[in-house]
């Protein structure tokens, strides 16, 4: 028989996992929208300027969402042994 322990820990892993994920696509729904509502009240004259922005900021956006997932990978993997280990 499990302990119950285990299974909530097991179980807050999960539900943490879950969270993460929700709250990821929420940011990046939020993000391609606000994108799309600047794109769109963009005025004629500087239609072009503000649709480099735009994608400027899409990359950057999507540079720093990288980084977070990847900086939480490393300490993750950081934290589980003394040494430090190679993310592949």
């Not at 285990?6 to 993000?31: E, H, K, N, P, Q």
């Not at 606000?34 to 400027?56: P, S």
């Amino acid at each position: 028989m499990v302990s119950r322990t285990l299974v909530r820990y097991f179980g807050m892993r999960f539900l943490g996992a879950v969270t993460s994920v929700f709250l990821g696509i929420f940011v990046l729904i939020v993000l391609v929208d606000y994108i799309e509502l600047m794109r769109r009240d963009m005025a004629d004259q500087n239609r072009e300027q503000n649709k480099q922005n735009a994608e400027v900021l899409v990359q950057i956006a999507s540079i720093k969402a990288d980084l977070a997932v990847t900086t939480g990978d490393v300490r993750r993997l950081e934290s589980r042994t003394d040494k430090l280990e190679v993310a592949r």
